[in-house]
């Protein structure tokens, strides 16, 4: 189970921070990520982090923006996003992999949570 948390209201430039809780499974075997959806259009990649944390990958809209990490002590995946923009507007969802580090088959990843609205004011 994934319960994602953390979003709101920021104005342009501002800072959150989401934040995924696991649980269910040995957290710490898997790779994460978060995605994102915005009104109208597809779901799209953000960020995914290795079972350890020490490999992690942004999509080139957010690169330099975002960071994402994890504890696997604490079964926590974050998102901590900063410089947001209006096009940064959306539901976003973190989800689990199947393996250490994510994979980009047609089924990945396999696990979702809900998702935390994220909303950025011009």
């Known amino acids: 189970q994934l319960q994602a948390s953390g979003g709101g209201l920021v104005q342009a430039g501002g800072s959150l921070r989401l934040s995924c809780a696991a649980s269910?499974?040995?957290?710490?075997?898997?790779?994460m990520g978060w995605f994102r959806q915005a009104s109208g259009k597809e779901r799209e990649f953000v960020a995914d982090i290795s079972w350890s944390g020490r490999s992690t990958y942004y999509a080139d809209s957010v690169k330099g923006r975002f960071t994402i990490s994890r504890d696997n002590a604490k079964n926590m995946v974050y998102l901590q996003m900063n410089n947001l923009k209006p096009e940064d507007t959306a539901v976003y969802y973190c989800?689990?992999?199947?393996?250490?580090?994510?994979?980009?088959?047609?089924?990945?990843?396999?696990?979702w949570g809900q998702g935390t609205q994220v909303t950025v004011s011009s």
């Open positions: 989800a689990s992999y199947d393996s250490a580090y994510s994979t980009r088959g047609p089924n990945d990843p396999p696990y």
């Open positions: 269910g499974r040995t957290f710490s075997n898997y790779a």
